[in-house]
């Protein structure tokens, strides 16, 4: 079940982020990315990985380049804490 649930997530946020790039809009795709990741971290409420950690920590970094004005790091942030979590319900150590 989580792994179909966090499937359906990503593809509903890939045809989410498609017209976000088209019109240029980074700042929301920073914020669409900040809560795919709030919505991803409730399949991790059991990890006992450290991933939770990571990922919060993520989140900081990234919200706080996002009030720095820096939507670009936020994206790379985002993104690589998205794929974290993706990982992470594959049962990856990456």
């Known amino acids: 079940m989580k792994r ?3 499937a359906g ?4 946020a890939a045809m989410l ?8 809009k980074t700042d ?3 914020q669409i990315n900040l809560d795919k990741i709030n919505n991803g971290k409730a399949l991790l409420a ?6 939770s950690g990571e990922i ?3 989140v900081s970094q990234a919200k706080a380049a996002q009030a ?5 790091k936020c994206i790379e942030i985002t993104s690589k804490a998205l794929q974290d979590l993706q990982n992470s319900e ?3 150590n990456q």
């Open 9 to 12: 997530l990503f593809i509903t």
């Open 56 to 58: 919060d920590t993520a």
């Open 68 to 72: 720095a004005g820096d939507d670009k």
């Open 90 to 92: 594959k049962g990856g």
């Open 17 to 24: 982020a498609s017209p976000v790039f088209a019109a240029g």
């Open 28 to 30: 929301q795709l920073c």
């Open 46 to 51: 059991t990890d006992t990985s450290g991933k």
């Open 4 to 6: 179909s649930a966090l």
